[in-house]
């Protein structure tokens, strides 16, 4: 039991739940990482939480887990891949720490997909760039030819 003594929720605006956010191109940073168990026990995952810096959905929340720890060698093989993107785009080759990739502005190919357990739309995560790598590089987050990428509109 906690005591919420003082506590009014007239004097605080409710939470809002959130859409995902539009498939695209974001510049944004890692601001929070953890090592966690998997659900299974059998393996760990680092999961690293990703911060909008610009543009329309400015200070949004995206997450990435990274099976480091598994018995599918395969799963573990992807994940080190994608942290060696991670690593690439933010110009550290060999973090001791996952802090140390923290607030290092990368750019984070962000896409849709269905979740099979709730059906519900969620976002993730698809590819990981240095901040400033060529615009041709980069598809636009409406997915036009020459459209800026939505931190720059």
């Known amino acids: 039991m906690a005591n919420l003594n003082g506590f009014n929720a007239q004097d605080v605006d409710p939470a809002v739940g959130f859409d995902p956010i ?21 393996g760990k995952y680092l999961q690293l939480t990703f911060q909008i810096l610009e543009g329309e959905h400015k200070g949004r929340l995206v997450w990435a887990r990274l ?11 992807i994940a080190r891949a994608e942290l060696s993107a991670i690593c ?3 110009g550290v080759m060999a973090p001791k720490d996952s802090v140390e ?12 997909k269905k979740r099979q357990d709730t059906g519900d739309i969620t ?3 698809k590819g990981y760039e240095r901040k400033g790598a060529p615009a041709t590089a980069r598809p636009s987050a409406a997915g036009a030819a020459g459209s800026p990428p939505p931190w720059k509109r």
């Open 22 to 42: 539009p498939a695209g191109n974001y510049l944004a940073v890692i601001t929070e990482s953890e090592l966690k168990p998997t659900k299974a026990g059998g």
């Open 123 to 125: 976002n993730v995560i």
């Open 67 to 77: 099976n480091l720890e598994n018995a599918n060698a395969t799963t573990v093989k």
């Open 101 to 112: 990739l923290h607030n290092i502005p990368l750019v984070i190919k962000v896409s849709c």
């Open 88 to 90: 690439r785009a933010v």
